[in-house]
């Protein structure tokens, strides 16, 4: 199961994230990408990706893996750290960002006394001198939490600095649709970032692949395929049709089966792996029930 839940799955998102994101970056004369970015508005600006998705769409994993395979970053020179990863910490303020930002990029500890000011300046005096590329920013809807006007302000502020010559690094922004709402309200900074959002999943459009990766996965445990031909329909609603939490409940499925001691996935093992997770009473699991579709997940599903 260790060696299932570390595999990444490819899908058209990724080379739809990287559309997004090469562009921002420089080549060199042979074509290949160098990491620097790419400026514009008459050489003061860079730009940035604002990726939305709801919970459990897999948004983090797929810009991680972006990232750590991209070409521009695989063997960074000695001293450089051209990516910066954070998670918007709790309490989400601007200040806890900026200590945020300073611990990924290896910084010794500052003191939470410091004035907010302060620490961003030390933030762009570091991904300056560390020769940063990125700044990744992941779960950014939370740093507007507080619904205060003067505080918006501020973050936004913040981002269009980042993106300032100066210091001019790639801002990527990864939360679910209050983010761009938000993010909105300020056209310089709307104007700095594409979207790139992904619409939810459908048996239509998604239900040849999703029983491929079924497949997939089965042959690596071990296990027969299921042979139910209304599983994938249940599962991608049983998944809120995000894309992370179908993959993730395909592994549930698949770890409740071994530990079963089975030689064949079913139905049954979806079933008690959902029941785990969503804590659902049997008649409302979509698994099980007969008029599934019909099911109100509002009342058990997870934040």
Known sequence: MAELRDTYVKTPRDTLFDDHFN????????????????????????RGVALIDGPGGGKTSLVDHALRVHPAFIAPPPGTKPVIKVRVPSPA????????????????????????????????????????????????????????????????????????????????????EDLWQIASYDDQVKRRFTKLSFPPLSNAKDG????????????????????????????????????GRCIENMLNAIEVALNAGATQLDAQHFARAWAMQEGCPPQLNVFLAPRWSEINRSGFQAS
Request: aromatic share 8%; with cysteine; net charge neutral.
């Open 23 to 46: 562009r921002l970056l420089k080549c060199g004369h042979d074509g290949s990408f160098v990491a620097d970015p790419v400026l514009f508005t008459n050489g003061t600006e860079t």
């Open 93 to 176: 303020t601007l200040k806890s960002l900026a200590l945020e930002i300073l611990a990924e990029s290896g910084y010794p500890e500052v003191s939470k006394r410091r004035e907010r000011w302060m620490l961003w300046q030390l933030v762009r005096a570091r991904i300056k001198a560390l020769g940063t590329v990125v700044i990744w920013i992941d779960e950014a809807h939370d740093l507007f939490r507080s619904g205060k006007a003067t505080e918006t302000y501020d973050i936004l502020n913040t981002l269009k600095s980042l993106m300032q010559s100066e210091v001019g690094v790639i801002v990527i922004l990864s939360g679910i």
């Open 208 to 243: 040849k692949p999703i029983a491929s990766q079924i497949e997939r996965f089965c042959q690596r445990a071990g296990l027969l395929p299921p042979v139910e031909t209304d599983l994938v329909p249940r599962l991608i609603f049983a998944s809120y049709e995000m894309f």
